[in-house]
């Protein structure tokens, strides 16, 4: 057997993602434990002939490869799994190149990607729908769907090209008419946290557009995958999770006025995605703060659908400080209620996403930033 010496760890993930290994018929899946075989060529690319390596139990931190008797060829195939409890789920990412921005790091509208797409993963290893709305069985008798209430998001070191990431994700009931979800993100190699972020999303039904309590038979299916103690995210008191955006007054200090929906920009219900959003809050940025700083927090509360016909205003202004009306400006101050090192490398501001024609509010945020790193 071939020691595996000229692969790095992302071609380690990437081959286990890809190759069948030699004298077995099915494909596999992952479980945690000792040394395993790939097919892996010295030139980095892919053999998928029956030539065997051997990866030692560091370079793949224990991953192994075992068989899997069921599921879709995706499921077989994706680098994730439900957790040893069934009451979350894992999944493994590799930072592509297009998913990397001016800073030589993945984006927040791919690391959101991200969190978007194992929470459907999730929904589909419980049995949940397959069509992308994570909907229970009653709730799909009923026409009553999710729609996303709140979003925050915060990255204390962003992944770069080719790094891998590991995400961990639950749900839980959130009140009455809603419910809840809860990353984890951290550096595959190292275990570090290197973010984390939670959601809410509330019942609506689908005719009416109108929206709905959660029935008890809908709390029960949930229940069954989710953990039976409260578990969250950020279980610090009074975190940023939790804090209420103030709303931006005008005339804003910055702004880009009429954006539109691209066909791109709509989820398969037809409205816009929610990641957009994130994206139409960073176009008002000022030049000057991207150019030196990089996001940290983002906080969306989302207040109305967008539609593919609606055209949209982006509204950005300096956080107010607590207890006054106005807003400073850039001059040296954050126009937040930061003090000492947080006040020169901190900055704080408020958003707004807002119909063009009747200035009805879409969307309020709030978003921190930090000093660039050197690189």
Avoid at 136 to 163: C, G, N, Q
Avoid at 204 to 226: F, Y
Wanted: hydrophobic share 35%; with cysteine.
């Amino acid at each position: 057997m071939l020691k595996l010496s000229s692969c790095n760890f992302t071609d380690q993930i990437q081959a286990l993602a890809q190759c069948r290994f030699p004298g077995s018929p099915r494909p596999f899946s992952f479980c945690r434990r000792s040394p395993i075989f790939v097919s892996c060529s010295p030139s980095r690319q892919l053999n998928l002939r029956p030539v065997q390596a051997v990866l030692s139990s560091q370079q793949l931190v224990g991953a192994e490869v075992v068989e899997s008797r069921s599921g879709s060829l995706a499921d077989q195939l994706r680098l994730g799994s439900l957790t040893e409890d069934r009451l979350g789920y894992k999944e493994k990412f590799i930072i592509r190149c297009y998913e990397v921005g001016i800073n030589k790091t993945a984006t927040i509208q791919a690391i959101a990607n991200f969190l978007q797409e194992i929470g459907s993963n999730q929904a589909q290893s419980v049995g949940f729908s397959t069509d992308g709305f994570a909907t229970t069985p009653t709730m799909r008798k009923l026409h009553l769907i999710w729609v996303t209430a709140r979003m925050h998001i915060e990255i204390y070191k962003f992944p770069a090209w080719s790094d891998v990431i590991e995400i961990e994700t639950w749900i839980q009931s959130e009140g009455r008419i809603g419910t809840r979800r809860d990353w984890i993100l951290r550096d595959y190699a190292t275990g570090e946290v290197i973010g984390r972020a939670t959601g809410k999303w509330v019942m609506m039904n689908e005719d009416t557009r109108r929206l709905q309590k959660v029935s008890d038979d809908v709390r029960e299916e949930l229940s069954v995958h989710s953990p039976q103690e409260p578990k969250f995210a950020f279980p610090e008191p009074n975190n940023k999770s939790v804090k209420k955006i103030a709303k931006l007054e005008d005339p804003a200090q910055y702004s880009r006025l009429k954006l539109t929906p691209r066909r791109a920009d709509l989820d398969m219900n037809h409205h816009v995605n929610y990641v957009t959003y994130i994206g139409w809050v960073l176009e008002s940025m000022p030049e000057e703060i991207i150019n030196t700083h990089e996001l940290q927090t983002i906080t969306l509360d989302y207040r109305r659908e967008c539609l593919q016909d609606d055209v949209v205003d982006s509204l950005t202004s300096p956080e107010p400080i607590e207890g006054t009306e106005t807003v400073s400006e850039l001059n040296g101050t954050n126009g937040s209620a930061a003090t000492g090192e947080d006040k020169q490398d901190c900055l704080k501001f408020v958003h707004l996403l807002r119909l063009s024609s009747d200035g009805q509010e879409i969307n309020r945020g709030r978003t921190e930033w930090r000093k660039k790193p050197a690189r």
